[in-house]
């Protein structure tokens, strides 16, 4: 009996500390959200100064320019150029078994996995070239970039 209620006391204690944990952790997650719809408007307001920025940069005044000195601190932005880059890509699987589907219709007795390798690289960046302004700002005191 003693220990019966020994082990309810335990889990009273145990319940009510879960209970605790919960709403710090509520708590915590309200703070994150918060601070996540602040981080989005943040990234929306950037975008629209980007977007200004680049209709600047469009002017032939400005086709030379390709880093913005910030003043009153060492940082920079460096500016890329619509079609001068490649944006970040990824494969699906169908659009791989495609690619190695075409190469393979073309390639004949020649084919070979060197040659399909690079007929796929060729293929994606074709679609990759950024057709968009972009602009990373680099703090060389920390040797961090931005985006």
């Not at 002017?59 to 001068?84: A, C, K, M």
């Not at 972009?134 to 961090?144: A, D, Y």
């Amino acid at each position: 009996m003693f220990e019966d209620a020994f082990k309810q006391e335990k889990m009273e204690t145990a319940k009510a500390e879960l209970k605790e944990r919960l709403r710090v952790y509520r708590s915590l997650d309200d703070q994150i959200r918060e601070i996540n719809k602040t981080v989005y408007d943040l990234r929306e307001k950037r975008k629209m100064v980007e977007l200004e920025m680049a209709d600047y940069l469009k002017s032939p005044h400005f086709s030379n320019v390709g880093v913005l000195q910030i003043e009153n601190d060492s940082s920079y932005i460096r500016v890329q150029r619509p079609g001068t880059y490649l944006k970040p890509w990824s494969l699906s699987k169908r659009d791989l078994q495609n690619y190695i589907d075409h190469y393979f219709e073309n390639a004949g007795q020649r084919a070979n996995r060197k040659d399909c390798f690079e007929f796929i690289i060729q293929q994606q960046k074709a679609n990759a070239v950024e057709t968009d302004f972009k602009f990373v700002r680099t703090i060389p005191t920390e040797n961090v970039e931005s985006e």
